[in-house]
T-cell receptor, first 115, second 113 residues
Framework: AQTVTQSQPEMSVQEAETVTLSCTYD???????LFWYKQPPSRQMILVIR??????QNATENRFSVNFQKAAKSFSLKISDSQLGDTAMYFC????????????FGKGTKLSVKP | NAGVTQTPKFQVLKTGQSMTLQCAQD?????MSWYRQDPGMGLRLIHY???????DQGEVPNGYNVSRSTTEDFPLRLLSAAPSQTSVYFC????????????FGPGTRLTVT
């Protein structure tokens, strides 16, 4: 069975600093997609970043970037210049095979950004 | 453009009662899904639909029914509520399956006593 593991239940970072959230996954497929979703205290789930496994280049979205290590099955999220609004639960998610597959979520990392 | 809407936002049920959680989207998305979120468990897929008239089970379907008579609506029915169904429920929709960006509703917090 496919699994997604987030080994850091909670993390904290000072405002303006950089933090990295870890995610590993297990699959025997070569074609898959990886995601980071953010859930702030409002409870609204928001897509942060998306990575396609066949793309070598790491995805970036403004202050958010990933380190995708396909051989190691690792997909970490780096947040640069952390802001108070980055305080949230962050979920790593994975879908394998074709685009019709279903997402499998990790258990989440609770990130607190401190002033 | 309202996106994905869910009603109600909060609900308290007694064990054995039934109810329907409503979900609607106005983006003409074919793919819709229901997740439950429990502390320390992430989100787990209950049921999903790839289009009107087509539904299938996810990881944790027991105790829940769904139907999809229109593209816009995807209600989730609890047949006989149990305390184990106390959770936050999210509906999501997307252009395709999980590989596309999922648009989530605001969630329904359900408590079963």
């Amino acid at each position: 069975a496919q699994t997604v593991t987030q080994s850091q239940p909670e993390m904290s970072v000072q405002e303006a600093e950089t933090v990295t959230l870890s995610c590993t996954y297990d699959t025997s497929e070569s074609n898959y997609y990886l995601f980071w979703y953010k859930q702030p205290p409002s409870r609204q789930m928001i897509l942060v970043i998306r990575q396609e496994a066949y793309k070598q280049q790491n995805a970036t979205e403004n202050r958010f970037s990933v380190n995708f290590q396909k051989a190691a099955k690792s997909f970490s999220l780096k947040i640069s210049d952390s802001q108070l609004g980055d305080t949230a639960m962050y979920f790593c998610a994975f879908v394998e095979g074709g685009s019709q597959g279903n997402l499998i979520f990790g258990k989440g990392t609770k990130l607190s950004v401190k002033p | 453009n309202a996106g994905v809407t869910q009603t109600p936002k909060f609900q308290v049920l007694k064990t054995g009662q039934s109810m329907t959680l409503q979900c609607a989207q106005d983006m003409n998305h074919e793919y819709m899904s229901w997740y439950r979120q429990d502390p320390g468990m992430g989100l787990r897929l209950i049921h999903y639909s790839v289009g009107a008239g087509i539904t299938d089970q996810g990881e944790v379907p027991n105790g829940y029914n769904v139907s999809r008579s229109t593209t816009e609506d995807f209600p989730l029915r609890l047949l006989s509520a149990a305390p184990s169904q106390t959770s936050v429920y999210f509906c999501a929709s997307s252009y395709g399956g999980g590989a596309y960006e999922q648009y989530f509703g605001p969630g329904t917090r359900l408590t079963v006593t």
